[in-house]
């Protein structure tokens, strides 16, 4: 791979300060070195999240990555807040009041990832169209660049990201919670033994003042929250194994090292804050605050309860707990809770505008995605113009990063209908 990193200004507030504070954007752009001074097309990854960095070259890359460099200049940016651009800790919201951080936070949503993606593409770029990967939240943010600037897209593939264009994030967790649930008692078929292993875990943790290695203490439903790797191919089986050396002793008196540690990894923010902060302002537009709907729908399911055995385990849901008990979210305190009170949201699709669209877009929709709703996806596939969709339940929510073909398939699919639009 031939890779040249670019690292670009661009405001703070696209919308309404442009001559106010600016931020950094960093891009890293990969090409097989062979075809460095060639005019390929070029393709710009849209990475999942909220608050997600784009995958580093290591090793070779995702194999997606390598697919792509055989026929394009493939564009990795760093979605502002995160990685190399201008990253959002600790230490920026510093000194901010409440209101003032969650104003600034509320500057890292769609509309403004794309207003900065679009800066990038007509500054560095020449202009030129760009055809864009989303996986995941990238598939969200597809839909606001389709709605925004469709001019700048030659096509779009969309891997599990089909967002709906309506609902509330009241809708999305009432919806969500069942699949969690389904997903829970098909991890329970696969490993029956672990019904009483994760009881056992959970009793000891009610019973003890347990301490991660950070300090921070163990709670049930910070246990619950391992869950989340469910939705990913590799899930199952992770969470079975680390449960396979939960207990130090035969005894069940003292949980392991190993463990515990493995818990503060898995369920600590040290890496990508933004993740848990942005997660449900993402479902904002309009009038309305969010104001913590997974706690909502949580609380609204008493078989989520911690005393609840078999113990069922939360997806991609956060909650305002999260902000005292983890260390690394607590600097966010002030802002997060700022924004999930926040009353009025900029719109982030344009229905009216995605139901002419005139861009081609190839869409995976994964059957059984505990992330995304199939049926929210659905709907959106049906409202969106000239836009192909692929039903699958061979892949879980990675489809991309598990094989290439993920890829290859929506290519060929634009491909079949006449390809990227040209010029």
Same mark, same amino acid.
């Given at each position: 791979?031939?890779?040249?990193?670019?690292?670009?200004? %661009?405001?703070?507030?696209?919308?309404?300060?442009?001559?106010?504070?600016?931020?950094?954007?960093?891009?890293?752009?990969? %090409?097989?070195? %062979?075809?460095?001074?060639?005019?390929?097309?070029?393709?710009?990854?849209?990475?999942?999240?909220?608050?997600?960095?784009?995958?580093? =070259?290591?090793?070779?890359? =995702?194999?997606?990555?390598?697919?792509?460099?055989?026929?394009?200049?493939?564009? @990795?940016? #760093?979605?502002?807040?995160?990685?190399?651009?201008?990253?959002?800790?600790?230490?920026?919201?510093? &000194?901010?009041?409440?209101?003032?951080?969650?104003?600034?936070?509320?500057?890292?949503?769609? #509309?403004?990832?794309?207003?900065?993606?679009?800066?990038?593409?007509?500054?560095?770029?020449?202009?030129?169209?760009?055809?864009? !990967?989303?996986?995941?939240?990238?598939?969200?943010?597809?839909?606001?660049?389709?709605?925004?600037?469709?001019?700048?897209?030659?096509?779009?593939?969309?891997? &599990?990201? !089909?967002?709906?264009? *309506?609902?509330?994030?009241?809708?999305?967790?009432?919806?969500?919670?069942?699949?969690?649930?389904?997903? +829970?008692?098909?991890?329970?078929?696969?490993?029956?033994?672990?019904?009483?292993?994760?009881?056992?875990?959970?009793?000891?943790?009610?019973?003890?003042?347990?301490?991660?290695?950070?300090?921070?203490? @163990?709670?049930?439903?910070?246990?619950?929250?391992?869950?989340? #790797?469910?939705?990913?191919?590799?899930?199952?089986? *992770?969470?079975?194994? @680390?449960?396979?050396?939960?207990?130090?002793?035969?005894?069940?008196?003292?949980?392991?090292?190993?463990? !515990?540690?493995?818990?503060?990894?898995?369920?600590?923010?040290?890496?990508?804050?933004?993740?848990?902060?942005?997660?449900?302002?993402?479902?904002?537009?309009?009038?309305?605050?969010?104001?913590?709907?997974?706690?909502?729908?949580?609380?609204?399911?008493?078989?989520?309860?911690?005393?609840?055995r078999p113990l069922l385990f939360t997806g991609e849901m956060m909650f305002p707990w999260?902000?005292?008990?983890?260390?690394?979210?607590?600097?966010?305190?002030?802002?997060?809770?700022?924004?999930?009170?926040?009353?009025?949201?900029?719109?982030?699709?344009?229905?009216?505008?995605?139901? +002419?669209?005139? %861009?081609?877009?190839?869409?995976?929709?994964?059957?059984? #995605?505990?992330?995304?709703?199939?049926?929210?996806?659905?709907?959106?596939?049906?409202?969106?113009?000239?836009?192909?969709?692929?039903?699958?339940?061979?892949?879980?929510?990675?489809?991309?990063?598990?094989?290439?073909?993920?890829?290859?398939?929506?290519?060929?699919?634009?491909?079949?209908?006449?390809?990227?639009?040209?010029?």
């Amino acid at each position: 791979m031939h890779i040249t990193d670019r690292m670009i200004e %661009v405001p703070l507030d696209w919308f309404g300060g442009r001559d106010g504070p600016t931020i950094k954007l960093f891009a890293r752009e990969v %090409v097989d070195p %062979v075809k460095k001074y060639a005019d390929l097309p070029l393709l710009v990854f849209l990475q999942g999240g909220p608050g997600g960095k784009s995958p580093r =070259p290591t090793g070779g890359g =995702p194999g997606w990555l390598a697919e792509a460099i055989k026929t394009h200049r493939v564009i @990795l940016p #760093d979605q502002r807040g995160t990685g190399r651009s201008t990253p959002i800790n600790a230490a920026t919201l510093a &000194g901010m009041d409440g209101q003032t951080a969650g104003d600034y936070l509320a500057h890292f949503r769609a #509309d403004s990832i794309v207003a900065d993606f679009e800066h990038l593409r007509k500054t560095v770029y020449g202009g030129k169209r760009w055809e864009s !990967l989303g996986q995941s939240y990238g598939g969200f943010l597809t839909l606001t660049y389709l709605s925004t600037a469709p001019e700048a897209l030659a096509a779009c593939y969309v891997t &599990g990201g !089909l967002a709906g264009l *309506n609902p509330s994030a009241d809708e999305v967790y009432r919806r969500t919670y069942p699949r969690v649930a389904a997903k +829970t008692a098909r991890y329970y078929k696969r490993y029956p033994d672990d019904i009483a292993t994760i009881g056992a875990i959970a009793d000891f943790i009610d019973a003890h003042d347990v301490r991660l290695p950070d300090g921070d203490r @163990l709670s049930v439903k910070r246990l619950q929250t391992i869950g989340i #790797d469910f939705g990913m191919a590799p899930g199952f089986e *992770n969470i079975h194994w @680390l449960i396979d050396e939960a207990f130090a002793t035969p005894a069940r008196d003292r949980l392991s090292d190993h463990f !515990l540690f493995s818990v503060m990894t898995a369920t600590s923010y040290d890496t990508g804050p933004l993740f848990m902060v942005l997660q449900e302002s993402i479902y904002g537009q309009g009038d309305g605050a969010t104001n913590w709907a997974a706690q909502r729908a949580y609380d609204s399911r008493p078989e989520f309860a911690t005393s609840q055995r078999p113990l069922l385990f939360t997806g991609e849901m956060m909650f305002p707990w999260m902000l005292e008990e983890i260390r690394s979210l607590r600097p966010f305190k002030a802002g997060a809770e700022a924004l999930a009170q926040r009353q009025s949201y900029s719109r982030l699709y344009d229905p009216a505008r995605l139901a +002419t669209n005139e %861009v081609p877009v190839a869409a995976v929709i994964y059957h059984d #995605d505990m992330y995304v709703d199939a049926g929210l996806s659905l709907e959106t596939a049906a409202a969106v113009g000239n836009l192909e969709h692929w039903i699958t339940n061979e892949f879980e929510h990675d489809g991309l990063r598990q094989s290439a073909s993920v890829f290859r398939t929506l290519v060929d699919k634009v491909a079949q209908r006449g390809g990227p639009i040209r010029g």
